[in-house]
């Protein structure tokens, strides 16, 4: 890291070999990261993708899902708030616009916490907001984000 910049880089590789038709090149590849596991991929099913495998739209509202939690947990730790259970359970809306392209209109976060005792309840609750303010990811992006989060205590 220098000034505060991260750099990532990574390897995707196409699995096929020959594009001379639409309708039956291979969609499926790979993506590699050093020292990290390799992850198979393909267009999603309405793009003549693999339906069973994960699709760039896929990962797109896992990273915000992810970036949203590590955020909320973060400043959960820094106010000593103890979640025992976190899951979100995200969607996203990509727009087709016609002429081939198309772009996300929207993704809904749906994170429900469960903290230790209902003490610091209200701050719970009130910290997925400033956490979506310091995710990266959704500081990136230029489309809706909603965060429709529900915390209880155990």
């Keep these: 890291m220098q000034d505060g910049k991260h750099s990532y880089e990574l390897n995707l590789i196409w699995d096929g070999d020959n594009t001379t ?3 039956t090149y291979t969609r499926q590849h790979r993506l590699r990261i050093e020292r990290k596991p390799e992850v198979r991929l393909s267009a999603d099913a309405a793009f003549r993708g693999d339906a069973g495998t994960h699709n760039p739209e ?3 509202v896992a990273a915000l899902s ?3 939690m590590l955020s909320y947990l973060a400043l959960c730790a820094k106010y000593r708030i103890n979640v ?3 899951e979100d359970q995200a969607s996203g809306v990509m727009q087709e616009d016609g002429k081939g ?3 996300f209109e929207r993704v809904v976060l749906r994170p429900r916490v469960t903290i230790a005792g209902a003490s610091q ?3 719970a609750e009130e910290l997925h907001h400033r956490a979506h303010e310091l995710c990266f990811i959704a500081n990136s992006c230029n489309f809706e984000i909603e965060v429709a989060a ?3 205590a155990s």
Excluded: E
Aim: glycine residues 10%; positive net charge; hydrophobic residues 40%.
């Design 58 to 60: 896929d990962l797109l």
């Design 150 to 152: 529900v915390v209880r």
């Design 66 to 68: 992810s970036c949203h």
């Design 21 to 23: 038709d639409y309708a």
């Design 101 to 103: 392209g198309g772009r």
């Design 84 to 86: 025992v259970s976190y």
């Design 121 to 123: 309840l209200a701050r």
